[in-house]
Structure formats: structure tokens, C-alpha cells
């Protein structure tokens, strides 16, 4: 069977019409998926760009400099010992709404979208909750012999080799 549209009439029906898509699929030998291929990545790598660019300027704006202001902390048999009023808010440089948050008084025991959306990271006497945009939130509970300390020296090289794993060329 003769295909029922040409190239360009392709090129600019893909945007609007089923009709391309059957008759690329059926009618078109051995260019069609060539040319589906092709409609996929000229749409696809352009939102890839854009999303990896977005997460990348997040890491680097707000992650960073967030934990950098994380204060010292000790945990001793699995319990967080915390020497500053709780709960201890950092806030993101760019909302300044909270984004960690420790609390060791037990006022804070989850993270919401009604109380807190933005919050990533709870630190309470016992467990560390994380989430990241809308997904849900883990939760790692400190183990009972666990003895040692936490500050942004000992977290920042822990997200730079997670940077360079999701972000290296």
C-alpha cells in the first residue's frame, strides 16, 4: 500500500494527529520506525536536559548549603544527643521554608505536606525520615549500639560521590 503522507506532512502531524501514527506503522517500510525513533528522541532529550540541569542547579543551590549549616551531633547506644533548642529548623536559602529539620523533644515525629512541604529530612532522637518532592518518606531508625557523630563534614562527601554518580558525563 502507498503511504497516505510524506515526510514533512510527518513532521508536523505528529503533533496533532493519530492518523500519522497508522499510517507510519503500517505503511511505511523500514522508515517508519526510523522515523518514530527519531519523533521520540527529538522530543525526549530536550526534557532530559532540562530535568537533569533542574536536579543539578537543586543539588548545588539548595541541597549543599542546607547541610552545610547542619550543627554537630553525637549518637550514643542508638539516641541522638542534640545540645540546641528543639526542634532546629535550616531552611532553604531560596523559600525560607524548612528543609531539615531535628527534633529530639518528640513535637515532630513525621514529615507532611500540611505542616511542612518542603521539609526533605527529619532528624529525631531515634530515626532519620527523608523524602524527596512528592514521594512518600523512609525512615532508617539508628541502630542500638550505634555510637558517632554527624555534621555537615562527614554528610558532604556522602552527596558529592552521589553527585558525581547521578551528574558525571
Given amino acids: 500500500q502507498k503511504k497516505l503522507y510524506s515526510y514533512l506532512q510527518a513532521i508536523l502531524m505528529s503533533f496533532y494527529s493519530g492518523n500519522i ?34 536536579k543539578y542547579n537543586y543539588y548545588n543551590d539548595v541541597l549543599i548549603p542546607s547541610v552545610k549549616q ?10 541522638l544527643q542534640f545540645n540546641k533548642k528543639s526542634p532546629y529548623y535550616i531552611n532553604n536559602p531560596k523559600t525560607n521554608k524548612p528543609i531539615i529539620i531535628i527534633d529530639t523533644s518528640g513535637k515532630i515525629t513525621q514529615l507532611n ?19 524527596f ?7 532508617e531508625k539508628f ?3 550505634l555510637n558517632g557523630k554527624i555534621s555537615h563534614a562527614t554528610i ?10 547521578f551528574f558525571s558525563t
Fill in 156 to 165: 558532604i562527601p556522602m552527596f558529592e560521590r552521589l553527585k558525581f554518580i
Fill in 143 to 145: 541502630g542500638k549500639n
Fill in 70 to 79: 547542619l550543627p554537630s551531633m553525637e549518637v550514643i547506644k542508638g539516641e
Fill in 133 to 139: 518532592e512528592d514521594t512518600p518518606a523512609t525512615m
Fill in 113 to 131: 505536606d500540611k505542616n511542612f512541604p518542603s521539609a526533605s529530612l527529619l532528624i529525631t532522637k531515634y530515626a532519620i525520615l527523608s523524602r
Fill in 21 to 54: 501514527y497508522v499510517d507510519v506503522r503500517h505503511r511505511w517500510k523500514g522508515y517508519g520506525t526510523l522515523y518514530l525513533l527519531s519523533t521520540v528522541s527529538i522530543l525526549i532529550i530536550p526534557l532530559a536536559a532540562f530535568f537533569g540541569v533542574d
